[in-house]
């Protein structure tokens, strides 16, 4: 399943929509593989906000490869990608990124050798929000990577981390 360029929470104007009470903009749970939430190309990413829990929740052991990719996610009650870390979860327990440094022009971390290290930014003050895609790098064979980005002083960074299997 491919989902990619729409508003999942809010409406085309990006304000929230009047009554909604939606827990999750994804959740993906049981034996679910291979989806992809968003991408690379121009207009595939996806709006996701204004969920009650998360913007998307990945709960199953048997639930890999699901690509998550550039998508804004703002405004949700907990995390924007809950992913019950660690061994036996989702995703084969794919390790979060560590963001070392975040200057206004790098941001810099480790993560498993030969992921993608997707960065986002976000000036509502609020750390779980990921509301702009800043760019990618890949991590070495040692597990650094960095991003030459522009920020402003008050900009948060998230960084997520998609290994060759999709996780």
């Known amino acids: 399943n491919v989902t990619k360029g729409n508003y ?3 409406g085309s104007g990006l304000a929230s929509i009047a009554s909604s009470n939606q827990d999750y903009g994804f959740f993906i749970a049981l ?7 968003g991408g690379a190309a121009a207009g595939a990413e996806n709006q996701i906000a204004f969920n009650m829990v998360y913007g998307i929740d990945l709960t199953s052991l048997a639930a890999t490869g699901n690509l998550i990719s550039r998508n804004p996610i703002y405004s949700n009650i907990g995390k924007p990608v809950n992913l019950n870390y660690g061994a036996n979860q989702a995703n084969n327990g794919k390790t979060k ?20 290290i997707e960065v986002f ?9 990921a509301t702009t895609f800043v760019g990618s790098a890949t991590a ?8 030459g980005v522009a920020l402003a002083p008050c900009d948060y960074v998230l960084a997520t981390a998609t290994d060759a299997s999709n996780n």
């Open 8 to 10: 999942i929470g809010p």
């Open 31 to 37: 034996s679910a593989a291979s989806n992809t939430i």
């Open 97 to 116: 990124p560590t963001i070392i440094t975040a200057t206004a022009s790098t941001v810099s971390g480790t993560s498993d050798a030969s992921n993608i």
């Open 121 to 129: 930014k976000n000036t509502t003050g609020n750390c779980n929000d």
């Open 140 to 147: 070495d064979i040692g597990g650094l990577w960095a991003l």
